[in-house]
């Protein structure tokens, strides 16, 4: 079966530091991956994207994410935290000819200052 | 602005009565999806359709329904609701793959917070 998997539940970094949110997906063809943000009481904010091309994507809010076929990841960073960070991410996928969009479990982010 | 609006933020039912959750979209997308969000779990799929009268099955698609009987609203329907069925329901709209949509998200409306009692 198609899936992404977020093997972290909870991830707490001090303000300043590097993050890293793991994301693995289990496509058999080019996956197009995305990365979301849900701030508390917010809906779903699209953070980067990846379908093709250069495989080091750019996003919004100092975010990006490297997709790396030979490990089946798509890990999201962000070289330095702040606190307004503090939120729960997602990562999600979908099969290059399918339009069924799927959900990891999702990776609450805790910022200490 | 894009735009996918939820009818309720917020919804009190009790347990057997039928409850609607209604998702309008303003973006001319050809699909749309309800998904249920619960702490631990992520978002899952309950429903998706990708045209109008076209729906396919998510992963949890047990004790719901939906239709599509127009390309901008999609409904979501609990047809006797449970106390498993509390939740947040989160309804999202996106191109087709098939209008060049391969690359583009879904958008997402704020969620619907139901409570069964």
């Known amino acids: 079966a198609q899936s992404v998997t977020q093997p972290d539940i909870h991830i707490t970094v001090s303000e300043g530091a590097s993050l890293e949110l793991r994301c693995n997906y289990s496509?058999?063809?080019?996956?197009?991956l995305f990365w979301y943000v849900q701030s508390p009481g917010q809906g779903l904010q699209l953070l980067l994207k990846?379908?093709?091309?250069?495989?080091l994507v750019q996003g919004i809010k100092g975010f990006e994410a490297e997709f790396k076929r030979s490990q089946s990841s798509f890990n999201l960073r962000k070289p330095s935290v702040h606190w307004s960070d503090a939120a729960e991410y997602f990562c999600a996928g979908r099969r290059e000819y399918g339009n069924k969009l799927v959900f990891g479990a999702g990776t609450i982010l805790r910022v200490k200052s | 602005d894009v735009k996918v609006t939820q009818s309720s933020r917020y919804l009190v039912k009790r347990t057997g009565e039928k409850v609607f959750l209604e998702c309008v979209q303003d973006?001319?997308?050809?699909?749309m999806f309800w998904y249920r969000q619960d702490p631990g779990l992520g978002l899952r799929l309950i429903y998706f359709?990708?045209?109008?009268?076209?729906?396919e099955k998510g992963d949890i698609p047990e004790g719901y329904s939906v239709s599509r009987e127009k390309k901008e609203r999609f409904s979501l329907i609990l047809e006797s609701a449970s106390t498993n069925q509390t939740s947040m329901y989160l309804c999202?709209?996106?191109?087709?793959?098939?209008?060049?949509?391969?690359?583009?998200?879904?958008?997402f409306g704020q969620g619907t917070r139901l409570t069964v009692v």
């Open positions: 999202a709209s996106s191109l087709t793959i098939y209008r060049g949509g391969s690359g583009t998200e879904a958008f």
């Open positions: 973006m001319d997308h050809e699909n």
């Open positions: 496509y058999g063809a080019t996956p197009y």
């Open positions: 990846y379908f093709s091309g250069d495989t």
């Open positions: 359709s990708y045209d109008v009268k076209m729906k």
